[in-house]
């Protein structure tokens, strides 16, 4: 029984090894895309991944995919849309295999050599912004331009009434 529980365990860390070196998972973990306990769903995320594939007999790819991306979806407020599901859907079903095989050893080296690629994580960071300062003096430069092109224009015609009671207001 202990053999059986060790051998649970390590499809366990097989399951954090795919989800935690997944690179939109990451990415939502680290902005906070699920709040602010949005490590601790990732880690319950691993929990009921695992608990999906011993409570479901012969899960096929696409269902493994919508699974995850129905709780990235209601966890962490997320699309999976970059292509990644299919290939963190295999990972979890070879791992799945390689467990139920009893091929304890081969489940243990992809799982080293998943963690070793941990700790390449991805990283995002947003494009730099203008100073305050910047942005005010092009503002006014822009607003004494448009002060200045409209006194140099004739003014626009007035609006015309259609037909149909509607409006038309065209720019020239």
């Not at 399951?15 to 319950?44: C, E, M, S």
């Not at 006194?151 to 207001?169: A, H, I, M, S």
């Amino acid at each position: 029984m202990a053999a059986a529980a060790a051998s649970r365990e390590l499809f366990s860390e097989g399951v954090r090894a795919v989800l935690h070196t997944w690179p939109v998972l990451q990415i939502a973990v680290d902005n906070g895309f699920g709040g602010v306990y949005a490590q601790q769903k990732a880690d319950w995320m691993v929990d009921v991944v695992q608990q999906y594939f011993h409570d479901n007999a012969d899960l096929l790819q696409c269902e493994v995919e919508e699974y995850i991306a129905e709780l990235m979806n209601q966890e962490f407020d997320t699309v999976v849309d970059d292509g990644s599901l299919p290939q963190v859907s295999i990972s979890l079903l070879q791992m799945f295999s390689q467990w139920r095989k009893g091929e304890l050893q081969q489940l243990q080296h992809t799982i080293s050599t998943l963690t070793q690629k941990k700790s390449q994580r991805a990283k995002v960071t947003a494009p730099p912004t203008q100073s305050d300062e910047e942005s005010d003096s092009e503002t006014q430069a822009m607003e004494c331009d448009s002060s200045a092109t409209q006194n140099t224009r004739p003014p626009p015609p007035p609006p015309q009434e259609e037909d149909d009671g509607w409006t038309v207001v065209r720019k020239k």
